[in-house]
């Protein structure tokens, strides 16, 4: 019996915001009692395209492209402020082509490696949580960067260019802050040991890039989403099986439940007023304030039931996921990383993280409520 409460323990801490989008749909579902209306609730766009994509990148993380892409880039520099810039922008424009969680998995094991062996650990805690605002901030320029951006993409139909142009501004004004932190890490010489991989599978490159563009083509509505269904499962049962289980199904159901909570949210009359009224007065405020409280996802899917105003929204849950460490999925996912690898230093880690989140976040929202004054 111990045993399976250790385990309840560990896996609701592992999956902390999954375990509070359930708890959060039950409740609701309470009130409003399930019905033929639920299965209005589920955006299958969104959800095909968050599977397809992340299946791609598991597969293409599997024949090692990303690491061997990056291993070849950080040897290009010598010191450990230019290594520290080299990881936070290979985390940066990683999150524009693929999840942003998917590139924090994908290249803080990179960071960690690059100082443990060179001997500079003492930066680990600053360079992950770069690594961590460049993902959830880089991603913020490409509908499928973010999983707030596939939803919020799909569910006002935003068109591309517009998209583009509404976050351009705080993309390129994130890129400046996030370059300006890196150069306060120390700019001593650093000696990167050589890494011995296997080699990059040409073949399966070629392929994979190619279901990657497919599952991109499915963003920009330039074929039907539940051909991904079909063809990119076939592709990897074929092709790599173990990408097929390594996909995020934990995000994919936390969008499940939180679908269901927001869709219940809407219905109920008090909530659909008191919401509506906060919204319309200021959606880039109190969206990026929800996501403080119940992250940028869950705040994309709800505040979008109370708002046509989609510009301040999509900046608010995007900048929104600086902040407080629930404030993104991302940021839980690398505080997990680096707890694994420093776990008796996790309390300055939240300080740090602490400052240099809302320090950012701040900037970004007096700069966007000019904007929009």
Known sequence: ?????????????KNAVLCIALLAAAVTSLIIPPDASYIGYFDFKTLTCLFCTLAV???LRNIHIFEITAYKIVELFHTARWATIALVYITFIGSMVMANDMALITFLPLGYFVLSSTGNKKYMAFVFIMQN?????GGM??????PQNLYMYSYFNIPTGEFVGIMALPFFLSITIITACCFLVGNEPLQIKEVTHDKLNIPLSIIYGVLFVFSIMIVFNFVPYYWGLIAIPVALII???KALSQVDYPLLLTFC?????SGNMARIPAVNTFLGGLISRNPLLYGVASCQVISNVPSAILLSKFTTNYPQLLVA?????TGTLVSSLASLITFREYSKYAPDDTVPYIRQFTMYNFG??????IVMSIRYA
């Open 1 to 13: 019996m111990q045993i399976l409460i250790r385990k309840a323990i560990k896996f609701c801490f």
């Open 57 to 59: 990148v598991c597969a």
């Open 133 to 137: 605002i460049a993902a959830n901030l």
């Open 141 to 146: 320029i490409t509908p499928f960067g973010n």
């Open 239 to 241: 092709l790599d099986r």
């Open 257 to 261: 439940a939180f679908f269901i909570f």
């Open 317 to 321: 849950v995007n900048i929104g996921g």
């Open 360 to 365: 950012i976040l701040l900037i970004l929202l």
